[in-house]
Structures are given as structure tokens and as C-alpha cells.
């Protein structure tokens, strides 16, 4: 199973991108690499996932090289509601088992 | 409806006490879970429930068991638990397993 190594924690201020990278060197050519936000107190929330190349939504972009050895998790013009801790995940999904990374906690500075 | 609830979202319970945490989603998920989360650790995986039926049992000790009396229902029975099974109980649910829908999570505390 592979296993995911993410920052422990980033700072960044309102209005610019933010970017968290998550290394999955031993990733399985059926995995997909998945992120979820998380606030105190609360369950995840999924936030936005991918295989290859680049995947886009309202909220975020996920891009993933051609080795698919790390992925880099895009926020725009972060808010201080962006203020959370990021799960990436790695897993195909076939067993419902999913590698949970340690997680970076963001923290948006006005 | 988009939401998994869970119940109570606070227990607090002595060692010999039986409880029970509920969960439940309308979105016709076909897979329900159990997670267990300790402060500033990622969610841990307990068990499993795909199309009403246990998968996948995490090496979860007894006094954590499992029920699913229907597709939108989840529930963990709790017995003697220790000190140490204090954390936040999440329930998530899924129609494909790296989407889950968590619920907001059942925090408890034995003492």
C-alpha cells in the first residue's frame, strides 16, 4: 500500500495561492490520489481528486507529474476560512481501504 | 439530501456501560464506514459496510461492534471500552470509495 508524506504545516496570507505537495513514491498504477479539508471538530470533506495530468474544480486544482511520485493540491486566492487541515490519500479504491497522509494543518493569516 | 448525521454528538460513559453511536445517510450510498480519529492524527479506518454487509473489520477490538440493519442505518455498540477509546467516532458513507460524506462525528469520552 503506498504511503503518503505531506508538509506537518504551512502559513500563508489572504488573497494569494497556495500550494501543498504530497509525496507518494510506492504509488499503484490503479490508485487515485484523493484530498480532503478538515475543520476542528468536523468530518473531512472531500475537495477534489485525480489520477493524472491536471484536475480542476470550483474549489481547487490537483496536479500529478507523469511519474505520479507526488501531487500538488492548488488553492486560489486562499480566505481565512481556508483555514484547515488537508488530507491527501492514496488508493484505488477497489477495497475501501484508503491511505490517509498525516496531514498539513493551513493556517491563513489576514 | 447531501448529509450524514450522526448521534449523540457528545458521550461520555463509564467502563462498564453499554452505548450506542448511530449514523444514518438518504443518499443511497452503498457503502457506510467507521472511522476513529485522536486529536491532531489523521481518520482511522474501524470497519466497513458494503451493500448492508461487513467488509472490512480493522483488527477493531470486540468491545467495538458493528451493525447495519439497512442501507441508510450504521451503528456502533460500544462495551467496556478504556480511557484510551476517547476520540472523535466518525461515520462516513460512499457510492464510490474515494468520495466519502462524512458526518460531523460523535465526540466521546470514557472515563
Known amino acids: 500500500l503506498a504511503k503518503t508524506t505531506q508538509p506537518i504545516s504551512m502559513d500563508s496570507y489572504e488573497g494569494q495561492e497556495v500550494n501543498i505537495t504530497c509525496s507518494h513514491n510506492?504509488?499503484?498504477?490503479?490508485?487515485?490520489i484523493t484530498w480532503y479539508q478538515q475543520f476542528p471538530s468536523q468530518g473531512p470533506r472531500f475537495i477534489i481528486q485525480g489520477y493524472k495530468t491536471k484536475v480542476t474544480n470550483e474549489v481547487a486544482s490537483l496536479f500529478i507529474p507523469a511519474d505520479r511520485k507526488s501531487s500538488t493540491l492548488s488553492l486560489p486566492r486562499v480566505s481565512l476560512s481556508d483555514t484547515a487541515v488537508y488530507y491527501c490519500l492514496v488508493g484505488d479504491g477497489s477495497n475501501y481501504q484508503l491511505i490517509w497522509g498525516a496531514g498539513t494543518k493551513l493556517i491563513i493569516k489576514p | 439530501d447531501t448529509e450524514v448525521t450522526q448521534t449523540p454528538k457528545h458521550l461520555v460513559m463509564g467502563m462498564t456501560n453499554k452505548k450506542s453511536l448511530k449514523c444514518e445517510q438518504h443518499?443511497?450510498?452503498?457503502?457506510m464506514y467507521w472511522y476513529k480519529q485522536k486529536a491532531k492524527k489523521p481518520p482511522e479506518l474501524m470497519f466497513v459496510?458494503?451493500?448492508?454487509?461487513?467488509?472490512i473489520n480493522e483488527s477493531v477490538p470486540s468491545r467495538f461492534s458493528p451493525e447495519c440493519p439497512n442501507s441508510s442505518l450504521l451503528n456502533l455498540h460500544l462495551h467496556a471500552l478504556q480511557p484510551e477509546d476517547s476520540a472523535l467516532y466518525l461515520c462516513?458513507?460512499?457510492?464510490?470509495?474515494?468520495?466519502?460524506?462524512f458526518g460531523p462525528g460523535t465526540r466521546l469520552t470514557v472515563l
Open positions: 510506492n504509488i499503484a498504477t490503479n490508485d487515485y
Open positions: 459496510y458494503s451493500y448492508e454487509k461487513l467488509s
Open positions: 462516513a458513507s460512499s457510492q464510490f470509495p474515494d468520495e466519502q460524506f
Open positions: 443518499m443511497g450510498h452503498r457503502a
